[in-house]
């Protein structure tokens, strides 16, 4: 059994995979979802009349034997095949799992299905029907190191300017692990930049920074400075404007790992009987250069106790903010915030 195809490799090269018979988009990413339909799509219909050879149904009031009839139905106009989607088909896919499994086997050579699910197990016989004849494509944020890589090769591909490493990582930071934000942003720099032009920190700072961002920023500096009050009268007012607190912990965590990195190569120096040297220590756990200051301040504050326990503390929070804890999500937030903001541990 093959592992489905990422929806992020998929998108980096659509035309290496051709739209087979039946094809699933599983996964909770929005924009992957959109963009890697807008590609089967191009892929199936081509340009032009094409699109009227597209039909879309809604997966809680599809009825198989419809979605069937339309895959039978020959391509109208320029197209070689129809293009059938049924969108929130988790529900379809449980209502006709045994009827869709011999579809796949014997699939209209007149049309191309897509099923689009949040939920794809992989211990079905569908699962493997699909995995046979067809293909699946995971849309799931990735990673954070493949995040800003895609993110750059994005930049590049669609918005036509380039991302250095560092950029990629202040968008992620400042936006959060949100693909349809991070390029909504993107093509926003675009518009000011040459086509081919490289989009400096500076720029990002400028155009990118919406209050929100700006306002989680100056939450964690608080908390990093000593301030809990004004550290949590910014959190205060992110939720009330509607922000996920995963979502919140997101964008500070790449932050705070960088400097949970540093305290440990600061121990590790210390541990060999060498002196460590703080701005190196930064640089080396991926502190920029343009915040390598502020963040010398921070983690003396911060102290080698408190920079130790920084791991550990983010695990707790993103634990206890899925589901791990009875409390709250404001109180697990401002329990992180207050432990941020006390004086060293002695």
Request: hydrophobic content about 45%.
């Amino acid at each position: 059994m093959s592992k489905p195809l990422d929806a992020v490799d998929y998108l980096a090269d659509p035309k290496k995979h051709p739209c087979p018979a039946v094809c699933v988009l599983f996964g909770d990413e929005a924009f992957l979802h959109r963009e890697a339909l807008a590609e089967l799509r191009r892929g199936v219909l081509g340009a032009g009349d094409g699109e009227f050879s597209l039909t879309v149904f809604e997966g809680p009031r599809a009825a198989l034997a419809d979605v069937f009839e339309e895959l039978a139905t020959r391509a109208m106009f320029g197209a070689e095949r129809r293009l059938v989607v049924v969108e929130d088909a988790d529900d379809f896919v449980t209502r006709y799992r045994p009827e869709l499994e011999d579809y796949v086997a014997r699939p209209s050579p007149t049309g191309a299905l897509v099923l689009q699910v949040k939920s794809w197990p992989s211990n079905t016989r569908l699962f493997k029907a699909v995995d046979a004849a067809g293909v699946a494509i995971a849309c799931t944020a990735p990673t954070a190191g493949k995040l800003t890589r895609w993110l750059a090769a994005w930049a590049k591909r669609v918005h036509r300017v380039e991302l250095t490493g560092a950029v990629a990582e202040l968008l992620v930071e400042m936006i959060g692990p949100e693909l349809g934000l991070l390029d909504q942003a993107v093509a926003k720099l675009a518009v000011a930049s040459a086509p081919g032009g490289r989009i400096s920190p500076e720029t990002v700072a400028q155009m990118v920074g919406t209050w929100r961002a700006k306002t989680t920023w100056d939450m964690l500096d608080a908390a990093l400075d000593g301030k809990p009050r004004d550290a949590l009268t910014q959190l205060d007012r992110l939720l009330l404007a509607g922000e996920n607190p995963i979502a919140l912990l997101a964008q500070i965590s790449a932050s705070l790992r960088r400097l949970a990195a540093a305290t440990r190569l600061i121990l590790q120096t210390e541990a060999s009987g060498r002196r460590p040297v703080l701005g190196a220590a930064l640089e080396q756990a991926g502190v920029k250069r343009f915040v390598l200051e502020k963040s010398q301040q921070q983690l003396r504050r911060l102290g080698r106790r408190r920079g130790a326990r920084l791991y550990r503390w983010l695990l707790q929070t993103d634990l206890a903010l899925k589901g791990d804890s009875r409390l709250p999500p404001r109180l697990v937030l401002e329990t992180l915030l207050v432990r941020l903001s006390a004086a060293e541990l002695k």
